[in-house]
Nanobody
Framework: QVHVQESGGGLVQAGDSLRLSCEVS???FSWHARAWFRQAPGKER?????????????DYADSVKDRFTISRDNAKDTIFLQMNSLKPEDTAVYYC????????????????????WGQGTQVTVSP
């Protein structure tokens, strides 16, 4: 059974940094796209960042570009989201998503394309 587990959320001040982690276990599809999404109170879930199975291709939402960096360690099937210069509008529950299809160079921004999801980790940024 596939298990997706996020960690690393917390309460920080504007301008601070946080690093989220997501481990995917119980499967055999390490070489596929992974992504981070987020959902703020009263808003729909939105795309944040995605990375290919190879780790060589990534894509970001405009709102986080140049502040967030997605990376992965395929040996541990873990992905990371380094979040710098955090803003109050980054406050949300952050979800990790794992795909089990596509080439190792494929990235995916659409939430419905991902089959496996974690329970989420809360990130709160105070002014």
């Amino acid at each position: 059974q596939v298990h997706v587990q996020e960690s690393g959320g917390g309460l920080v001040q504007a301008g601070d940094s946080l690093r989220l982690s997501c481990e995917v276990s119980g499967h055999a599809f390490s070489w596929h796209a992974r992504a981070w999404f987020r959902q703020a109170p009263g808003k729909e879930r939105e795309f944040v960042a995605t990375i290919s199975g190879s780790g060589g291709v990534s894509d970001y939402a405009d709102s986080v570009k140049d502040r967030f960096t997605i990376s992965r360690d395929n040996a541990k099937d873990t992905i990371f989201l380094q979040m710098n210069s955090l803003k109050p509008e980054d406050t949300a529950v952050y979800y990790c998503a794992a795909d089990n299809t596509g080439s190792r160079y494929h990235v995916e921004r659409i939430a419905s394309k991902y089959e496996f999801w974690g329970q989420g980790t809360q990130v709160t940024v105070s002014p």
